[in-house]
């Protein structure tokens, strides 16, 4: 019986013993999966600071190639595998990204799935058509001027928007925004419509309104004067001389209208056949102002028609020394002279047309 006694003992000291070694050794793996997951989820995995762009509709495979060809990633199966788990595979954002050195894959993937992207400033000023505006868009934002110039020429969202497709310039007015890398040309538009809200005040409404102008009105004014002038201390005198005219009923006759409607602002002298070209935008056909603005006028631009100068002026022409400033007439005797001026420095230097 004593030896039986031992043998039980004995049997289970063994078990204990081989226990102990399998839990050891499952303390040791767990031990080495934490390490290793510990690894992959907060070990720095970002080699460089960078602004990366992801396209709309982009897979999770164009995201690692974005990464990879970037030279972003340290270890690419490690942030593949987080985001798998975290199923960032499955919902891919759009946007641009600013990615910082040293991050980790979690912090990695969780910014990318955040959506939070880093603004872009969009710049845009002396644009004249809106292929032109379409075009400068497409440098700083995803869309391709394509897409943007489908929705500038669209009518139903023009007068969705309480504008026709020939006032909508008059809405967008140049200045520097922040606008998300992958914006659409809707909400790019509809942002802008907003900013045009924000920037009609109960102060500039008043002024149009004193003026007797709507601020359509006025921004088309701008625009004409915009085309006049670039010297900014001169532009509220020539707006004053165009709201004279409209006050007396008279033909605006801008030359600038001609230009816009012949679709060329190369032409550097005006004859007789331009005169005579049928369009709604020819000032000196049609009486009033044009359909809509002749350019996307500029704040300068506006402010200059909302504070004219008030003067006794009907006329104005460039001045003969081409600096870019204007004479100013009462009569069109006197206007006349000043013309005739210009049109001689324009004939010795040989410029026709």
């Not at 992959?40 to 762009?53: A, C, E, T, W």
């Not at 999770?60 to 340290?74: A, H, I, K, P, S």
Request: hydrophobic share 40%.
């Amino acid at each position: 019986m004593k030896i039986v006694f031992v043998n039980k003992w004995g049997m289970l000291t063994k078990v204990k013993k081989i226990s102990l070694v399998f839990i050891v050794f499952g303390v040791i793996t767990l031990l080495f999966i934490g390490i290793d997951l510990y690894r992959i989820i907060f070990q720095k995995n970002v080699n460089h600071s960078g602004l990366i762009h992801i396209p709309t509709g982009s897979s999770f495979d164009q995201v690692l190639d974005t990464l990879n060809q970037g030279g972003y990633l340290r270890d690419t199966t490690s942030f593949k595998w987080l985001a798998t788990q975290k199923k960032y595979n499955l919902r891919i954002l759009a946007g641009a990204y600013f990615i910082d050195k040293d991050w980790n894959n979690n912090q990695l993937v969780n910014h990318l799935r955040s959506g939070v992207q880093l603004p872009v400033k969009v710049t845009f000023n002396n644009i004249r058509f809106r292929e032109e505006l379409a075009a400068r868009l497409s440098t700083y934002l995803e869309p391709d001027s394509c897409t943007f110039i489908k929705e500038f020429n669209n009518e139903r969202l023009a007068d969705s928007l309480g504008f026709t497709c020939e006032s909508f310039p008059a809405m967008v007015i140049p200045n520097t925004y922040e606008f998300y890398w992958n914006t659409t040309p809707l909400e790019f538009l509809e942002r802008m419509k907003l900013e045009y809200l924000r920037f009609w005040n109960p102060s500039r409404t008043e002024k149009a309104h004193n003026l007797g102008l709507s601020p359509l009105e006025v921004v088309t004014i701008a625009s004409i004067v915009q085309e006049e002038s670039n010297k900014r201390d001169e532009k509220p005198r020539i707006a004053g001389v165009y709201l004279s005219r409209l006050k007396k009923g008279w033909l605006l006759q801008a030359d600038p209208t001609v230009k816009y409607a012949m679709g060329s602002f190369q032409i550097k002298r005006i004859l007789t056949k331009h005169l005579a070209f049928d369009s709604p935008y020819n000032t000196y056909k049609y009486s009033g102002l044009p359909p809509g603005p002749i350019n996307f006028a500029e704040i300068s631009s506006i402010e200059a028609v909302l504070n004219a100068e008030k003067h006794t002026y009907f006329y104005f022409c460039a001045k003969e020394d081409f600096s870019g400033y204007h004479n100013f007439a009462n009569s069109l005797a006197e206007h006349n002279r000043n013309a005739a001026k210009y049109q001689n420095i324009l004939n010795r230097n040989k410029i026709w047309r």
